[in-house]
């Protein structure tokens, strides 16, 4: 199946005069333009363009939550950024562990949603890049907000059970014949086995924001095997070199 192109520009948010009435919010957002469209119907410019950044090259989802326009943008350089009208005032919206993790700058939100649902704000976003792209395989995220609080719903902050240094890396060669890989963390006293099916996610240093299957472990070391790129399994077996 071929892949839909996208083709964004940086665009201001306008809304049509007289929706502000209509809308629930608790102080709708100044105009900053007004223009007047073919058919006579006159729309007033909300927001700077990109929000003043000109990453943000589209806005891909819109939201009312109690009261604040929220705003979900697609930045394929930095990361997602959340914005909402505060008090009539657009503010970023920063979620810890979310909008400021060291994963979290690769996400984005090509495909992404703001979603009201029983009282909670759900923000829905994408891995940066896909398919045959390697380092940002990160996988999606769900996140909700009441108003105070935010939380994860589906998220590499909520599955964290072990963490490490790296000292030594074996089997990472160009054609060496395998395709499994060897890391150890020397401090380790692992069971053996203990994180087989699991996943490894490198969180720092040249290789942040790659992600491993663990295929088995010793005592100090990991044997993991790439699983970045799609449509490279062969009779249910990774073939891709580590």
């Known amino acids: 199946m071929k892949r839909n192109s996208f083709f964004s520009i940086c665009l201001p948010i306008f809304v049509m005069l007289g929706l502000h009435a209509q809308c629930s919010f608790a102080q709708a957002p100044p105009a900053l333009e007004t223009i007047t469209a073919e058919d006579g119907s006159i729309w007033e410019r909300v927001s700077a363009p990109g929000f003043g950044n000109a990453q943000n090259s589209c806005i891909v989802s819109l939201c009312s939550y109690k009261g604040d326009l929220y705003a979900l943008t697609r930045n394929e350089a930095t990361g997602f950024e959340l914005w909402r009208t505060q008090s009539g005032v657009w503010a970023q ?3 810890p562990g979310f909008t400021d993790g060291p994963m979290h700058e690769l996400m984005n939100s090509s495909y992404g949603k703001l979603f009201e649902f029983n009282g909670w704000l759900y923000v829905g976003v994408s891995s940066g890049y896909e ?96 699983n970045e790129a799609a449509n490279t399994e062969v009779d249910g077996a990774e073939t891709e070199y580590t």
């Open 93 to 95: 919206v920063s979620a």
């Open 131 to 226: 398919g045959a792209f390697l380092y940002r395989s990160i996988g999606n995220e769900i996140w909700r907000f009441d108003g105070m609080q935010w939380e994860p719903v589906v998220s590499n902050s909520i599955d964290e059970d072990e963490s490490g240094t790296i000292s030594a890396i074996d089997g990472c060669a160009a054609d060496d014949g395998v395709t499994t890989a060897e890391i150890t963390d020397a401090s380790s006293s692992w069971a053996a086995d203990q994180w087989k099916g699991g996943i490894l996610r490198i969180t720092s240093g040249a290789g942040k924001g790659r992600v491993f299957l663990i295929a088995g472990n010793t005592a100090t070391t990991l044997t993991v095997q790439q």
